[in-house]
């Protein structure tokens, strides 16, 4: 089994910056893909940002520039720094991680709240 617990969401003014992160813990030899997802109201999920074992990243072109993907294999933890933020970032932020002969389409954290005013 595999938990995540994601921290760091919260309010926001425009403009500003959060780091949200996402621990991974339990029985698993290796994590492949850990990906930041969000889902606004009345809209549906959508990939952040992604990033690879290999540390290769993927942005969505709506956060290219301002967000940035990054992980710590030894903590088995995904970071996702968002600066310049805009009130059409606000969403629920979700951590899904791929493991090595897990489930397929990877395992979800519980989702955190990022509200950004203007």
């Known amino acids: 089994q595999v938990q995540l617990v994601e921290s760091g969401g919260g309010l926001v003014q425009a403009g500003g910056s959060l780091r949200l992160s996402c621990a991974a813990s339990?029985?698993?030899?290796?994590?492949?893909?850990m990906n930041w997802y969000r889902q606004a109201p009345g809209k549906q999920r959508e990939l952040a940002a992604g990033?690879?074992?290999?540390?290769?990243?993927n942005y969505a072109e709506s956060v290219e520039g301002r967000f940035t993907i990054s992980r710590d294999n030894a903590k088995h933890t995904v970071y996702l720094q968002m600066n310049s933020l805009k009130p059409e970032d606000t969403a629920v932020y979700y951590c899904?991680?791929?493991?090595?002969?897990?489930?397929?389409?990877?395992?979800w954290g519980q989702g955190t709240q990022v509200t950004v005013s203007s």
């Open positions: 990033i690879t074992d290999g540390g290769s990243t």
């Open positions: 339990g029985s698993f030899f290796r994590i492949n893909a």
């Open positions: 899904n991680v791929r493991i090595a002969g897990g489930r397929l389409g990877g395992y």
